[in-house]
């Protein structure tokens, strides 16, 4: 049994019910009252005390309860960003939520529980980077533990008791100061003078949640728009719809990315496996000499769509072709030849997305936008910072020399090509020539100061269709574009 002590409080009294400043429909209006509570300067909305330095309530019940019913504490977190709202979030969580033994942030914020120590984790978790500082204070005795929570503004820590709900009120009112500059002397007060006194140690922590930037995770919040629902995209993906008529129903990149996984889509980077009757090399890589260049092309959105599986290259240009038109610009992100995924640009702002590996297609639990920012050359320092680990070793295989990105609305990605100059130095991984049909497009994201690109014409339309494919351990003569066994 945990014990419970008389309630802490720093002029701080909560009432279930308070409402924000602006009320939703059929909601009244709040009056907002100066007051003094305990020698600090509080507000009263709704007989409810606040400190000042906290800002009033800025959501409506009704936002609250929203928020809740979407189930996403990441946007819980974004969306509540004062101290009132997120004592009242809790509240009504705690009016709708399970009584379960739970300790974690997200759990409570979606569960409710019966710990302090959940309800001030849910409190710091919603208030992460909110103001100055905030944090936890643990007071423990043997067999005995609670937790308070920390808000540091304007140079001071106030501390106050988040679990206590006695009728209408958070807590009770106390004429103990709980107020000061330093948050360790704050918790030895705290564990000195409560009613009980069972304490014997008392620890402040400061917050340790972390959560995406506001700006960023606004931006991609409104990019992941949908113009269809769960139900509907279900019924395109059964409704036996051609490459060009799902492309003129898709709009929105993750409307086609949830069709793709409706479809039973597959991302797999082996090297071939059973499909329609017969094993597939999605991994092929066709390509031929041109201008004494070895070039190679990936599989086109077609070939892919028809087996509803691929590589990164197959899925790079399925997403692109699904997408043409809907974005005020598009294309590719390349390097060393050995992977590639895709970005647009809209409204100033570029989105790097990698859909071969991300949850929504594959279920590998990344998601596929990895980074979203104004100038692209940020993209590479990010990637090679957070995905990309390898980038400078030359012995590893993710050893990075060349990475560019260029437009291509609705197209496939275009064929690249190498000279055989750097292959002693990148093991063979290097591709050193791009199409010359974007050279004046093309953005260098990264180069080695000894490697050197060069852009060269090519056809797109020069390679052979047909190819080498192995099938049921034979090779087999294949026709790359379609996928037709040509030789029975």
Not at 98 to 119: H, M
Not at 419 to 440: H, K, M, P
Request: aromatic residues 14%; contains cysteine.
């Amino acid at each position: 049994m945990k014990k419970r002590y008389a309630a802490l409080v720093l002029g701080l009294l909560l009432l279930l019910t308070a409402t924000g400043c602006a009320a939703a429909p059929g909601e009244t209006e709040s009056t907002v009252e100066t007051v003094t509570s305990n020698g600090v300067e509080c507000y009263r909305v709704d007989g409810v005390c606040y400190p000042a330095v906290f800002g009033e309530p800025q959501l409506t019940t009704a936002e609250l309860t929203a928020l809740l019913d979407g189930g996403d504490p990441v946007e819980m977190a974004m969306t509540v960003n004062t101290v009132p709202d997120a004592l009242r979030l809790l509240r009504l969580r705690q009016q709708t939520g399970e009584d379960i033994d739970n300790q974690g942030a997200e759990t409570t914020l979606l569960r409710g529980g019966s710990q302090p120590r959940g309800w001030v984790e849910a409190f710091l978790y919603l208030l992460c980077g909110d103001y100055e500082d905030s944090g936890r204070i643990d007071l423990f005795a043997p067999g005995n533990y609670y937790g308070l929570c920390t808000v540091k503004q304007d140079g001071l820590y106030y501390a106050f008791d988040l679990f206590e709900i006695r009728g209408n009120r958070w807590i009770t009112f106390s004429d103990m100061s709980f107020v000061d500059a330093d948050a360790q002397k704050l918790a030895d007060t705290l564990r000195e003078n409560c009613d009980y006194s069972p304490f014997t140690k008392g620890l402040y922590e400061t917050n340790t949640y972390t959560l995406p930037d506001k700006e960023t995770w606004a931006l991609e919040k409104a990019f992941k728009q949908r113009e269809y629902t769960d139900e509907e995209i279900q019924q395109l993906a059964s409704a036996g719809l051609t490459l060009e008529e799902a492309a003129d129903k898709l709009h929105f990149i993750e409307d086609a990315a949830l069709f793709l996984r409706a479809s039973d889509y597959r991302v797999d980077e082996q090297d071939a496996y059973f499909l329609q009757g017969r094993y597939v090399n999605f991994s092929l890589n066709p390509g031929c000499y041109i201008g004494g260049y070895d070039w190679g092309w990936g599989l086109p959105a077609d070939y892919t769509y028809a087996y509803m599986a691929g590589s990164c290259n197959g899925t790079s240009n399925l997403m692109n072709r699904l997408l043409a038109g809907d974005y005020e610009e598009q294309g590719y992100v390349q390097y060393m030849g050995g992977h590639i995924f895709n970005y647009v640009k809209q409204d100033g702002y570029y989105y790097f997305c990698d859909f071969a590996n991300c949850e929504i297609i594959c279920g590998n639990g990344q998601d596929y936008l990895m980074y979203v920012c104004q100038d692209p050359l940020e993209f590479t320092e990010y990637y090679c910072a957070n995905v990309f680990p390898g980038w400078d070793d030359p012995e590893d295989d993710e050893y990075l020399v060349l990475m560019y990105l260029y437009p291509r609305d609705g197209k496939d990605s275009l064929p690249r090509g190498s000279s055989g100059a750097y292959n002693y130095l990148t093991g063979g991984r290097a591709c050193d020539i791009i199409s010359s049909e974007v050279e004046d497009t093309v953005v260098i994201l990264y180069e080695r100061d000894w490697y050197h690109h060069s852009f060269m014409d090519v056809d797109p339309d020069a390679i052979p269709e047909v190819c080498d494919d192995l099938i049921d351990g034979v090779m087999h003569r294949v026709n790359w574009r379609t996928g037709e066994v040509l030789d029975g």
